[in-house]
């Protein structure tokens, strides 16, 4: 299983950049890797995807080094209403075996702060 | 997400009791997902369907069951619960389509309690 590890918790500021950092070091070939984000008493939701390099959509960036092995979140100017717990998802849904190894860490909770 | 529903949203029941969790959607997705999440830990995955004939185990199976009626209901059963069952249970689903053919959309979770 692709186990990933993140910081347990994270502080910043309203209007501040923050990235939270997933290592992945047995990542497999055809893993993607996808962030989502937790309010408490509420399922994730999808944030972000990808394979290689940087994707970057309406809210989020994700950078991946050449190695996969890690991959940083980067969410820019937080507010308050970022503070939830951010997980990072290794696997893949294409096949049936793949999804098996569907694993979540324990997430990161980022508290952003007035 | 409200196009994937879990009933009921609170269940207490006792020792030894059959539990059934529902899910439904109107995504109309073919791929389906049981996790569970405890306290302070993240979603480990139970059980996962592709279509409606396609019934996988995932990390932690044992204890559990499910039944795929269709290809909007996903059904999780605990045969005999056990206190260590206690948990918040959330449905997913998926599918191929788009770029982001492996996101996930989770319903509002089920909070079950074993006395």
């Known amino acids: 299983l692709a186990k990933t590890t993140q910081p347990i918790s994270m502080d910043s500021y309203e209007g501040q950049e923050v990235n939270i950092t997933c290592s992945h070091n047995?990542?497999?070939?055809?893993?993607?890797i996808t962030w989502y984000q937790q309010f408490p008493s509420q399922g994730p939701r999808f944030i972000i995807q990808?394979?290689?390099t940087k994707v970057t959509n309406e809210v989020a960036s994700l950078f991946i080094p050449a190695d996969r092995k890690s991959s940083t979140l980067s969410l820019p100017r937080v507010s308050l209403s970022d503070t939830a717990v951010y997980y990072c998802l290794v696997g893949d849904t294409i096949s049936s075996g793949s999804a098996r190894q569907l694993t979540f860490g324990s997430g990161t909770q980022l508290t952003v702060l007035p | 997400d409200a196009d994937v529903t879990q009933t009921p949203r609170n269940r207490i029941t006792k020792t030894g009791k059959r539990i059934m969790l529902e899910c439904s959607q109107t995504k109309g997705h073919d791929r389906m997902y049981w996790y569970r999440q405890d306290p302070g830990l993240g979603l480990r995955l139970i059980y996962y369907s592709f279509d409606v004939k396609d019934i996988n185990k995932g990390e932690i199976s044992d204890g559990y069951s499910v039944s795929r009626q269709a290809q909007a209901k996903f059904s999780l059963s605990l045969e005999s619960a056990i206190p260590n069952q206690t948990a918040l249970y959330f449905c997913?689903?998926?599918?191929?389509?788009?770029?982001?053919?492996?996101?996930?959309?989770f319903g509002p979770g089920t909070r079950l309690t074993v006395l």
């Open positions: 997913a689903t998926s599918d191929l389509e788009g770029s982001s053919y492996n996101e996930q959309f």
């Open positions: 990808g394979y290689k």
């Open positions: 047995n990542i497999a070939t055809n893993d993607y």
